[in-house]
């Protein structure tokens, strides 16, 4: 079975679905060996790996071939993270089609524009609604509906929410 069907099989389920943080191919083998369903390559960790913060500075290129090594290592769904898809939606779209090609079950997408910040702290100018903008209409037209799992992140939406609330 395919890394992205099992990928929405996890999903169609109703467990909680365990996929820690990996940085390489090793971090996910471990995860792999020890029964884990499914793993996420995080990009805060994938930069700090390199000696990076997470703030966008590492290429799509960079990220997508990790991502290949990742995916290549392991049978089990990887979920990758794409920022904000690196530009405008037809740098979206390709992103999109790199990841896929890289073999990851899925991205997520950051919701704030390019270029990103972590979205745990303040300063970040989020996306239009989910659903609406230009770069959500780039996942799924870029993906054949539902051939490859593409998710839109809230974290920031939520930050901001909680800075008003708190």
């Given at each position: 079975?395919?890394?992205?069907?099992?990928?929405?099989?996890?999903?169609?389920?109703?467990?909680?679905?365990?996929?820690?943080?990996?940085?390489?191919?090793?971090?996910?083998?471990?995860?792999?060996?020890?029964?884990?369903?499914?793993?996420?390559?995080?990009?805060?960790?994938?930069?700090?790996?390199?000696?990076f913060?997470?703030?966008?500075?590492?290429?799509?290129?960079?990220?997508?071939?990790?991502?290949?090594?990742?995916?290549?290592?392991?049978?089990?769904?990887?979920?990758?993270?794409?920022?904000?898809?690196?530009?405008?939606?037809?740098?979206?779209?390709?992103?999109?089609?790199?990841?896929?090609?890289?073999?990851?079950?899925?991205v997520?997408?950051?919701d704030?524009?390019?270029?990103?910040?972590?979205?745990?702290?303040?300063?970040?100018?989020?996306?239009?609604?989910?659903?609406?903008?230009?770069?959500?209409?780039s996942?799924?037209?870029?993906?054949?509906?539902?051939?490859?799992?593409c998710?839109?992140?809230?974290?920031?939406?939520?930050?901001?929410w909680?800075?008003?609330?708190?």
């Open positions: 079975m395919k890394t992205t069907a099992k990928l929405r099989q996890l999903l169609k389920s109703e467990s909680l679905i365990v996929a820690p943080f990996v940085l390489n191919a090793f971090h996910a083998k471990i995860a792999e060996s020890v029964g884990l369903p499914a793993v996420y390559m995080t990009g805060a960790g994938t930069s700090a790996e390199r000696g913060p997470d703030v966008g500075l590492l290429t799509m290129t960079e990220m997508v071939a990790n991502a290949k090594y990742i995916a290549g290592a392991v049978d089990i769904p990887v979920i990758c993270d794409a920022d904000t898809g690196y530009g405008n939606p037809l740098n979206v779209q390709r992103t999109i089609r790199e990841y896929e090609s890289a073999g990851v079950a899925g997520h997408i950051e704030q524009l390019f270029p990103k910040k972590c979205g745990f702290f303040a300063g970040k100018q989020v996306t239009p609604e989910r659903g609406s903008s230009a770069e959500d209409q996942c799924f037209g870029c993906t054949g509906g539902f051939r490859f799992c998710y839109r992140q809230v974290r920031c939406l939520c930050s901001h909680l800075g008003r609330h708190h």
